[in-house]
T-cell receptor
Framework: NAGVTQTPKFRVLKTGQSMTLLCAQDMNHEYMYWYRQDPGMGLRLIHYSVGEGTTAKGEVPDGYNVSRLKKQNFLLGLESAAPSQTSVYFC????????????FGPGTRLTVL | GEDVEQSLFLSVREGDSSVINCTYTDSSSTYLYWYKQEPGAGLQLLTYIFSNMDMKQDQRLTVLLNKKDKHLSLRIADTQTGDSAIYFCAESRGNTNAGKSTFGDGTTLTVKP
């Protein structure tokens, strides 16, 4: 039982390049989330999903797209990376029951030059 | 919108008690959580409390909730160097809000030997 895994762990992009971050969970959780963590700003929700085939915008969705084609996977895409997207990205999942405990992946450190 | 606030830094000596404070604004919050983040890792749930509780104790951890003042605290007894980490307070309305949580910016706890 690996929990929540993220791929890749580190990435450096040039401005304008695109990439996809993969999040996978093996706990059969309904809900999944993508956050970014910046110094002094805590965690900010980018997008989330309440089930396979559904996605919704969070607090800071601009510049990102997501897809949840399979229940266990939640993909975060950057179509044209900008230096402002340099951050640590965390994926999380939750059972979807009343107790909304979230389980986090180890993070992806992204640098956009 | 919802807001969760914490002081950014706390420094204590090994063996002392640590108290990390948090305030929140959403009176509909049903669940309140404390997460711990160690360097280079994702957030890990430490403990949680339901909004109809005043206190919860779990080994060295004591959570106090003052619902009237919307104030949450985490007390760590006999603090050890391994407790050095960033501690995040979070609130959620659970399933009624897609399991979304609002996180504070985190309190960096430094434990000096």
């Amino acid at each position: 039982n690996a929990g929540v895994t993220q791929t890749p762990k580190f990435r450096v992009l040039k401005t304008g390049q695109s990439m996809t971050l993969l999040c996978a969970q093996d706990m059969n959780h309904e809900y999944m989330y993508w956050y970014r963590q910046d110094p002094g700003m805590g965690l900010r929700l980018i997008h989330y999903s309440v089930g396979e085939g559904t996605t919704a915008k969070g607090e800071v969705p601009d510049g990102y797209n997501v897809s949840r084609l399979k229940k266990q996977n939640f993909l975060l895409g950057l179509e044209s990376a900008a230096p402002s997207q340099t951050s640590v990205y965390f994926c999380a999942s939750s059972r979807g029951t009343d107790l909304g405990t979230q389980y986090f992946g180890p993070g992806t450190r992204l640098t956009v030059l | 919108g919802e807001d969760v606030e914490q002081s950014l830094f706390l420094s204590v000596r090994e063996g002392d008690s640590s108290v990390i404070n948090c305030t929140y604004t959403d009176s509909s919050s049903t669940y309140l959580y404390w997460y711990k983040q160690e360097p280079g890792a994702g957030l890990q749930l430490l403990t949680y409390i339901f909004s109809n509780m005043d206190m919860k104790q779990d080994q060295r951890l004591t959570v106090l909730l003052n619902k009237k003042d919307k104030h949450l605290s985490l007390r760590i007894a006999d603090t050890q160097t391994g407790d050095s980490a960033i501690y995040f307070c979070a609130e959620s309305r659970g399933n009624t809000n897609a399991g979304k949580s609002t996180f504070g910016d985190g309190t960096t706890l430094t434990v000096k030997p």
